[in-house]
Nanobody, 128 residues
Framework: QVQVVESGGGLVQAGGSLRLSCKIS????????GGWFRQAPGQEREGVAV???????GTARSMKGRFTISRDNANNIMYLQMNNLKPEDSGMYYC??????????????????????WGQGTQVTVSS
């Protein structure tokens, strides 16, 4: 059973920053595919960023330049650094992952259905 646990959400003023963390309890190859998604009330869950097994990332266009995904393979942790936050960034942020074993994850897609391991989410609220 793989557990995914997010942390780091909270309330921040517009223009501020937050760093989300995601701890994944996975005993296999740590170079799985990882991603962050978010969901605002009444809206569909949307992709934020993905990262492959070696740390090469892809960020949604609307967040490029403000959000950065990274990973620490030695400790099975993923991060999402969010800068210059806007009120429209508010929502529940979810960490997701999937194994690429026996291969290293390459070119993951920012597609919700591609990921099978999900956390419970961490709330981000940006005030204006």
């Amino acid at each position: 059973q793989v557990q995914v646990v997010e942390s780091g959400g909270g309330l921040v003023q517009a223009g501020g920053s937050l760093r989300l963390s995601c701890k994944i309890s996975y005993v296999g190859d740590s170079r799985y595919c990882g991603g962050w998604f978010r969901q605002a009330p009444g809206q569909e869950r949307e992709g934020v960023a993905v990262i492959d097994g070696d740390g090469i990332d892809g960020t949604a266009r609307s967040m490029k330049g403000r959000f950065t995904i990274s990973r620490d393979n030695a400790n099975n942790i993923m991060y999402l650094q969010m800068n210059n936050l806007k009120p429209e960034d508010s929502g529940m942020y979810y960490c997701a992952a999937r194994s690429a074993s026996p291969f290293v994850c390459r070119r993951p897609r920012l597609v919700r259905g591609d990921f099978g391991w999900w956390g419970q989410g961490t709330q981000v609220t940006v005030s204006s």
